[in-house]
Nanobody, 115 residues
Framework: VQLVESGGGLVQPGGSLRLSCAAS????????MRWYRQAPGKERELVAG????????NYADFVKGRFTISRDNAKNTVYLQMNSLNPEDTAVYYC?????????WGQGTQVTVSS
C-alpha cells in the first residue's frame, strides 16, 4: 500500500498550488479520501474530504472557498487545489485513505507560503 503526495513547494501569498496523491496497493475507489495538514508545533488537522465516488465533499472552515478536493478513480489519485494561499497555510500536507478498518497515510508534502 502506498500513498505518494506531490505538488508541494514554496509559493507567495495569494498564490496557488495543486497537490496530488497517487494511491496504489488497494482498491482506491472504495476509500474515503482526506487531506490533513500539520504546521510546526501544532496538531494535525483535517483540511478536506471526499467520498469514494467523488460526489460528496467536506471542508474545514478555514479553507472553504479557497481549496477544492477532487479525485480521479481511473487514475487512483486525489487532488487538492489550493488558491489564495496565505502564510497560515504553511504546513506539511498529508493524504489519508480510510475504509472499514483500513487507514493509510502518505509521507506528506511541504507547503510553504512566504514572500
Amino acid at each position: 500500500v502506498q500513498l505518494v503526495e506531490s505538488g508541494g513547494g514554496l509559493v507567495q501569498p495569494g498564490g496557488s498550488l495543486r497537490l496530488s496523491c497517487a494511491a496504489s496497493g488497494f482498491t482506491f475507489s472504495r476509500y474515503f479520501m482526506r487531506w490533513y495538514r500539520q504546521a510546526p508545533g501544532k496538531e494535525r488537522e483535517l483540511v478536506a474530504g471526499i467520498g469514494s465516488a467523488g460526489g460528496s465533499t467536506n471542508y474545514a472552515d478555514f479553507v472553504k472557498g479557497r481549496f477544492t478536493i477532487s479525485r480521479d478513480n481511473a487514475k487512483n489519485t486525489v487532488y487538492l487545489q489550493m488558491n489564495s494561499l496565505n502564510p497560515e497555510d504553511t504546513a506539511v500536507y498529508y493524504c489519508n485513505a480510510r475504509f472499514s478498518k483500513n487507514d493509510y497515510w502518505g509521507q506528506g508534502t511541504q507547503v510553504t507560503v512566504s514572500s
